[in-house]
């Protein structure tokens, strides 16, 4: 069946531009996650809905950074007045309760 | 707070010579622990997870809570092992989710 698909895959913003990256979770899956990961390091955790409801958002670096997913399947991060710090792969994950977290290829983001 | 140090950002071997990829975590409570493989040009993908115990493609994990670690091995390595391999650690428990990474190793295997 079709995996945690992901778009854009490429996004290049000019410094002070919102971005709006969006993440098509695998049917069914409750569990849907945001992780940020900067060149050379693995994931960090953003934020975490269960359905419609965001139950963590500790990871979030700035208010800059918001996340939603309305009906409970597709989710958008969007990321206002992006800075150069910004730079790097986003990447979307679901999961059913329990079980393994399935990942979506990535948004590779380039704030210039 | 929880930590994943995996200490070699790169590990080459040679095809056929076993392989040892080091993971040591630092985390109060019972975690647990997952490898995940990132091949070329693909996702992220599970290895494997302490908890099923099994083997994945040959490759073993066993947590050893004494030392804190949970290193991958192999005892022969394939040129198609060639990845980037992520360990990571989440709390034990039916509501735990947030999975703490450490930044990678690169494996190549030299044929």
């Known amino acids: 069946g079709a995996g945690v698909s992901q778009s854009p895959r490429y996004k290049v913003a000019k410094r002070g531009q919102d971005v709006a990256l969006r993440c098509d979770p695998i049917?069914?899956?409750?569990?849907l996650f945001w992780y940020q990961q900067a060149l050379g390091q693995g994931p960090e955790f953003l934020t975490y809905?269960?359905?419609?409801?965001?139950?963590?958002k500790s990871g979030l670096p700035s208010d800059r950074f918001f996340a939603e997913r309305p009906e409970g399947s597709v989710s958008t991060l969007k990321i206002q007045r992006t800075q150069q710090e910004d730079s790097a792969v986003y990447l979307c994950?679901?999961?059913?309760?329990?079980?393994?977290?399935?990942f979506g290829p990535g948004t590779r983001l380039l704030v210039l | 707070a929880q930590r994943v140090t995996q200490p070699e950002k790169l590990l080459s071997v040679f095809k056929g010579a076993p392989v040892e990829l080091k993971c040591n975590y630092s985390?109060?409570?019972?975690?647990?622990l997952f490898w995940y493989v990132q091949y070329s040009r693909q996702r992220l993908q599970l290895l494997l997870r302490h908890i099923s115990r099994e083997s994945i493609k040959g490759f073993t994990a066993d947590l050893n809570k004494g030392e804190t670690s949970f290193h991958l091995k192999k005892p022969f390595a394939q040129e198609e092992d060639s990845a980037m391999y992520y360990c990571a650690l989440s709390p034990a428990g039916a509501g735990s989710y947030q999975l703490t990474f450490g930044k990678g190793t690169k494996l190549s295997v030299i044929p």
């Open positions: 985390y109060s409570g019972s975690p647990e």
């Open positions: 809905f269960q359905n419609e409801a965001q139950l963590d």
């Open positions: 049917s069914g899956h409750v569990s």
């Open positions: 994950a679901s999961r059913r309760d329990g079980e393994t977290q399935y």
